[in-house]
């Protein structure tokens, strides 16, 4: 059965420094997105992104937050300098033409910054 | 906006006895899709079931159904025969269509443990 993979699973880094987050979506998936889950709190959305363009993004994707999907299978979500609250598990989600369908997750990064 | 409520932060069941998790939901829409995750120790995101609110009928997937009460605006989680594999935390989460494109909005979550 086809999967949502992330890579990597844990990425530990220093404040201030720049991170990029892959995802490789479910092949025939056209709607993707970027959440984050702090430790211990409630998953929130990040952005969304449809035709290599941006769809909606949360009050918490700033300047700092960019995606791209760089080669039509990798979606890539880049942190540009790191802040200690950018801490958390950060999943991607697919799901395919019909923007209703059910959104399937991959199996999550988590970010350490120091 | 739309909010979704869980106000069980933590249930616990024993194995084979059933347990009814709560979700409430606020919204001005007439069409949305409502779902139950799962997320283990592994903090995997993992779709138990799904509901159009369109449907009158309660979905079902195997020992996991709901009770969607569209006018109170509620959907609950049951899961039957409980077994030690169902202890997660468990999110409600809801979408609509339109301008958000499928954006989820989830609860606080629900902590289930499972006693032998």
């Known amino acids: 059965e086809p999967e949502v993979t992330q890579t990597p699973s844990h990425q530990v880094t220093q404040m201030g420094q720049e991170v990029i987050l892959r995802c490789v979506p479910i092949?025939?998936?056209?709607?993707f997105y970027w959440y984050r889950q702090i430790l211990g709190q409630k998953v929130e959305f990040l952005v969304s992104?449809?035709?290599?363009?941006?769809?909606?993004k949360s009050e918490i994707f700033d300047d700092q937050f960019s995606v791209e999907r760089p080669d039509g299978s990798n979606f890539t979500l880049k942190i540009r300098s790191t802040k200690l609250e950018d801490s958390a598990m950060y999943f991607c989600?697919?799901?395919?033409?019909?923007?209703?369908?059910?959104?399937?997750f991959g199996p999550g990064t988590r970010l350490t910054v120091l | 906006a739309q909010t979704v409520t869980q106000s069980q932060p933590e249930m616990s069941v024993q194995e084979a006895e059933t347990v009814t998790l709560s979700c409430t939901y606020d919204?001005?829409?007439?069409?949305?899709?409502l779902f139950w995750y799962k997320q283990p120790p592994s903090r995997q995101m993992i779709l138990v079931i799904r509901?159009?609110?369109?449907?009158?009928q309660n979905a079902t997937e195997n020992r996991f159904s709901v009770n969607f009460q569209k006018a109170a605006k509620s959907f609950s989680l049951k899961i039957s025969d409980s077994q030690l594999g169902d202890a997660a935390m468990y999110f409600c989460?809801?979408?609509?269509?339109?301008?958000?494109?499928?954006?989820?909005?989830f609860g606080r979550g629900t902590q289930l443990t499972v006693w032998p």
């Open positions: 989600a697919s799901h395919p033409t019909k923007f209703t369908d059910t959104q399937y």
């Open positions: 092949s025939n998936h056209l709607y």
């Open positions: 992104f449809y035709n290599n363009e941006i769809s909606e």
């Open positions: 919204t001005s829409e007439s069409d949305y899709y």
């Open positions: 509901q159009e609110a369109y449907k009158q």
């Open positions: 989460a809801y979408c609509t269509g339109g301008s958000t494109l499928g954006r989820l909005y």
